[in-house]
């Protein structure tokens, strides 16, 4: 059985830093997709970052030069490290792994930037 589950969010403060992580059972993250979205009050669920099958990464204008997206296959986890936070990175996270046709997702980790 595939899982993910995310860990790493909590309350911080703007201008702060969390690193979010993603880790796997019942599949590998090497060679897959790996993305991360948020779910903004009000908004459809936004993606945020990926990270591809070679690694190479990709971000969303919104978190370009201050999250950033890595993955460590020995410990079947993806990060996301997020800097110079703001209120309205506030959201629910969640990862997202696609391999062949598949496609799973984790339950999601809440955070909370206040101003």
């Known amino acids: 059985q595939v899982q993910l589950v995310e860990s790493g969010g909590g309350l911080v403060q703007a201008g702060g830093s969390l690193r979010l992580s993603c880790t796997a059972s019942?599949?590998?993250?090497?060679?897959?997709?790996i993305s991360w979205y948020r779910q903004t009050p009000g908004k459809q669920r936004e993606w945020a970052a990926v990270?591809?099958?070679?690694?190479?990464?990709d971000y969303a204008d919104s978190v370009k030069g201050r999250f950033t997206i890595s993955r460590d296959n020995t410990k079947n986890t993806v990060y996301l490290q997020m800097n110079s936070l703001k209120p309205e990175d506030t959201a629910p996270y969640y990862c997202?792994?696609?391999?062949?046709?598949?496609?799973?997702w984790g339950q999601g980790t809440q955070v909370t930037v206040s101003s």
């Open positions: 019942g599949i590998t993250t090497w060679g897959n997709v």
């Open positions: 990270i591809y099958s070679a690694d190479s990464t």
């Open positions: 997202k792994l696609v391999s062949g046709r598949s496609t799973y």
